[in-house]
């Protein structure tokens, strides 16, 4: 298998009184494999997830992450329209990307 | 093409993969003991503390994909480790937390055989710690 596409969803959450946050669900298409696989070890390395072109949050994952990685992050306050952007490069150096606004 | 024209073409070419890969800790990644991993990122002795909330199924059916949630409830928080401590490479992530994050991850994970899940938060220059011991009936490192 293959890296492939991502799917990603975010939204706001959360309440006036308690504080506005912003959910980002992701899914990255790929295979995590580990060097005892028959596939050979390929994992994704890191991960950036931007707001508004600002890095927010800056991950290194190992190959003990699940098959087609699905992460959620929260980022403070937010608004509709946001763009939010993830990123990936994995340990052969391919990439994907994706970019969504907040709903 | 001049000579000084090769040396910039060659230049671009070797900085063009440095700056697409970015940084990963291959010495932490690499370690085979949570004891080490820990030690390499400079948490050598995190202190407990209650303020981690780990959320995890006590029993995971199938080690191949293990449900983590993980927040931060100390003030400050700017990273979060997660280590699965008998899986053969027990560092699994490292998320640092800009300003405009809230120290949360939720993420699915394999786990080789039943173990202790601990996760270290860094804040304010200090590390603190958390773990949770999750059952799993069918390990998810093979295949």
């Known amino acids: 298998m293959a890296a492939g596409p991502m799917k990603m969803r975010a939204t706001l959450a959360g309440s006036n009184t308690a504080g506005v946050y912003t959910e980002v669900r992701v899914l990255m298409t790929h295979p995590m494999t580990t060097a005892q696989m028959k596939e050979g070890l390929h994992h994704i390395r890191n991960i950036v997830v931007k707001q508004n072109g600002k890095p927010v949050v800056e991950a290194e994952i190992s190959q003990a992450v699940s098959r087609n990685p699905v992460f959620s992050f929260r980022l403070k306050g937010g608004a509709k329209g946001d763009k939010i952007e993830v990123s990936w490069v994995d340990n052969k150096g391919e990439s994907n990307s994706i970019e969504t606004a907040v709903a | ?143």
């Open chain 2, 1 to 143: 093409m001049t000579r000084r024209s090769l040396l910039a073409f060659l230049g671009l070419l070797l900085a063009k993969p440095l700056s697409v890969l970015a940084a990963w800790n291959e010495q932490a990644f690499g370690a085979k003991t949570a004891a080490d991993a820990l030690k390499t990122l400079g948490a050598a002795s995190p202190a407990p503390s209650n303020d981690i909330v780990i959320e995890a199924p006590q029993i995971a059916e199938n080690g191949a994909v293990v449900p983590i949630e993980i927040s931060s409830n100390i003030p400050g928080t700017t990273s979060i480790a997660v280590l699965i401590e008998k899986n053969p490479f027990p560092l699994t992530g490292r998320f640092d937390f800009k300003a405009d994050a809230l120290p949360f991850v939720k993420l699915n994970v394999k786990m080789g055989e039943t173990s202790d899940v601990r996760v270290v938060a860094e804040a304010g220059g200090k590390h603190y710690s958390a773990s949770r011991e999750i059952k799993v009936t069918i390990g998810g490192c093979g295949g």
